[in-house]
């Protein structure tokens, strides 16, 4: 894995995990549904076999992806996705609108009924309702029982205006 940028913030701590070479293409190649580990490494052509072993292990010991075994001799797996991982869909997909936005490609994430190109937005579940990024802060978590803070306020920009 990755060394560690020594923060605290959430997207550092993602990235340390989910930055690595190949991760997030495993992640959208499996968005699609489950794969044996000969089809993750045909689509993702250019992969050495060690590499995705060693990603597809992490990937499942963080809880991010199942395997199934469906031959034991020889010994054959299949993968999927686990709730957390199909979270990462949203990343993925946030990644897919960047890149045809600003890089050269030739494919975009388009709404099936008008054929326009989609955006990502903040929403939240609680109040049910589109944000704008003027709405959003940057707090300590709150302990999930308790509601009290976890950690003292950090004043940081979040990046999101």
């Known amino acids: 894995m990755a060394k560690s940028y020594g923060q605290v913030c959430p997207m550092a701590r ?4 989910l930055g690595e070479r190949w991760t997030l293409l495993i992640v959208r190649d499996l968005l699609r549904g489950a794969l044996k580990f000969q089809d993750l490494s045909a689509s993702l052509s250019g992969v050495p076999p060690a590499v995705l072993s060693l990603r597809l292990k992490l990937l499942e010991e963080r809880g991010v992806i199942t395997r199934r075994i469906y031959s034991d001799h020889p010994p054959r797996a299949e993968y999927s996705l686990t709730p957390a991982g199909r ?61 009290k803070q976890v950690s003292r306020p950090v004043r940081q920009s979040t990046g999101l205006s």
């Open 14 to 17: 993602s990235l340390e995990f």
């Open 87 to 147: 979270e990462l869909g949203v990343v993925v997909a946030a990644l897919t609108i960047w890149g045809s936005r600003h890089l050269k490609t030739e494919r975009e994430l388009a709404h099936t009924t008008c054929d326009h190109a989609v955006a990502l937005i903040y929403y939240c579940p609680h109040c049910e309702e589109t944000l704008a990024r003027s709405e959003i802060t940057f707090r300590p978590r709150r302990a999930r029982r308790t509601g």
